[in-house]
């Protein structure tokens, strides 16, 4: 390969993988990249499935991706809402809650020079 090219595979081997309340997270570093799946079951809830592990009283980090299927509400703190949808490419600053909305779960992809390593991490 290339020098300065790199790849990881999120299937194969990740370098991290997190469980949580109805869902998982697989992340990767590539270069000074982090690049991180997330898995989120119907039923997925930040401030119920991540709150008692991050410790703040809503979401602390930035969110920059690209939801590949089902669908999610965010609330922020200051009450402004959002509804993603596969497809949808996103950014959502720090101060939010986040839930899968119906029946199907929800994955995405989110890329983070940093605040995705700190997403389901005290």
Not at 1 to 8: F, H, P, V
Not at 15 to 40: A, Q
Request: proline fraction near 4%; charge should be negative.
């Amino acid at each position: 390969m290339a020098e300065g090219m790199n790849k990881k595979n999120l299937d194969t081997s990740p370098d991290e993988t997190r469980t949580f309340g109805h869902g998982e997270s697989k992340l990767v570093g590539v270069g000074d990249f982090k690049v991180g799946r997330g898995f989120f079951e119907p039923g997925w809830k930040w401030s119920k499935d991540i709150k008692h592990i991050a410790g703040t009283e809503s979401c602390q980090v930035e969110h920059n991706g690209l939801l590949l299927s089902g669908r999610m509400k965010i609330v922020a703190d200051d009450g402004t809402e959002m509804e993603l949808e596969a497809g949808d490419a996103y950014v959502i600053p720090p101060g939010h809650d986040a839930w899968v909305v119906g029946d199907e779960p929800a994955t995405g992809i989110e890329f983070s020079r940093e605040a995705i390593e700190r997403f389901a991490k005290g």
